[in-house]
């Protein structure tokens, strides 16, 4: 990692509890590559989130690995970013002891994740389900980072992640960079194909709902037929009256780079099948690349393991930094070596 005042920073972070869905790869993994030129960037694996909710051990183990490798074969480069699992670097979670004591309880009831994930879960709402968005802020200031690249739903906790900054930097003097949320601009809520005002989830328990980066061709195919549209058989724009066509719409000037006019103009008079079927193909051939190397990677678990662990060293090294420098403004005892 380079040091202070050299590029700006940037990190985010991603659940392993699923395979990734065609929407966090849209709304956020598919953009963390295109960062590694202009940003010092660090990606890491939040397992240490994704136990908010209940996890079976050997399934956690395994995708968090496989999340590893879809971070690598999403076009991560580890020679130009950090890549790391969360819980193998514990100075996240001691930097998160301290921000705690500097969040208010108000603010975190007003979360609205917080609000959605206790409604579903109602028979586990635990207190890190309520306090993950301070682990999160956590992530985020440790490493100094300016922007922090996620999809429209977790907007509100770099908010709050700021909102902590401020507050510490004004009790203690300027110790945090204040992060801000950077948004893909097209791609930011990938919808489900089949309620589409609902965000498309890893864990829809509709499989049609949801296209995983990792369905072959002939699945990627059978769900776009099934999507859920409108009965007007007219590939217009339009979120709030027709929200299946736009997210479909969305999905394909992604993949094609064509703009709305231009889709809605390839497309007038041809009805629904034939829009449907070329979005599915545009997503077939736009996953194939990710998919072939993806399979390299997670058959080569030496690399993937020596990639991860490296990650881990390197950025514990730098956030034990912060971890030090926020002790010493707190007032916590430090012995010099
Ligand atoms: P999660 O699946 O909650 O771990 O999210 C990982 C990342 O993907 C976050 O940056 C989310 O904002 C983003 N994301 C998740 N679902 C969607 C979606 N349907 N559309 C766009 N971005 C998404
Ligand atoms: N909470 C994020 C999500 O569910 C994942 C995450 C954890 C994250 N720590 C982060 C994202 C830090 C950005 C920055 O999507």
């Not at 724009?237 to 703009?259: Q, R």
């Not at 008079?269 to 829009?275: Q, S």
Request: aromatic content about 10%; some cysteine; proline content about 4%.
């Amino acid at each position: 990692m380079e040091k202070d005042n050299a590029r700006q920073r940037v990190l985010s972070g991603i659940q392993p509890t699923g395979t990734f869905t065609l929407g966090n790869y849209l709304g956020a993994v598919r953009n963390w590559p295109l960062l590694q030129n202009e940003y010092d960037c660090v990606y890491m694996i939040a397992d240490q989130h994704s136990i908010t909710v209940k996890q079976e051990p050997k399934l956690l183990r395994q995708r968090t690995l496989e999340a590893g490798a879809m971070l690598l074969a999403s076009g991560i480069d580890p020679d130009k970013s950090l890549v790391f699992i969360q819980s193998q670097n514990p100075a996240h979670s001691q930097l998160s002891w301290a921000l705690s004591c500097y969040t208010m309880f108000g603010e975190l009831s007003r979360m609205t994740q917080y609000k959605d994930k206790s409604a579903k879960h109602a028979d586990n709402i635990n207190a890190g389900l309520f306090t993950y968005p301070v682990l999160m802020a956590a992530d985020i200031l440790i490493y100094n980072a300016h922007k922090v690249p996620v999809g429209a739903d977790q907007k509100q906790h770099v908010e709050l992640a700021r909102d902590i900054a401020t507050r510490f930097n004004n009790l203690y003097g300027e110790t945090f960079v204040l992060p801000e949320n950077l948004n893909p601009k097209v791609g930011a809520k990938i919808m489900s194909l089949q309620e589409p005002t609902k965000k498309m989830s890893k864990s829809d328990t509709n499989e049609k709902a949801t296209i995983l980066l990792l369905d072959d061709e002939t699945k990627i195919m059978k769900k776009f037929k099934s999507a859920v549209t409108d009965s007007e058989n007219c590939v217009r724009y339009d979120v709030e009256n027709k929200p299946g066509i736009s997210n479909l719409m969305g999905i394909y000037n992604v993949f094609t780079g064509k703009s709305f006019e231009e889709i809605e103009k390839e497309f007038d008079g041809l009805g629904y099948g034939a829009f449907k079927e070329a979005v599915g193909t545009s997503v077939v051939e736009g996953l194939r690349p990710f998919q072939t190397k993806y399979n390299d990677i997670i058959s080569d678990k030496a690399y993937l393991q020596k990639v991860l662990t490296e990650g881990a060293e390197k950025s514990y090294a730098y956030a034990m930094r912060t971890v030090r420098k926020v002790y010493k403004k707190i007032g916590f005892v430090q012995f010099d070596k």
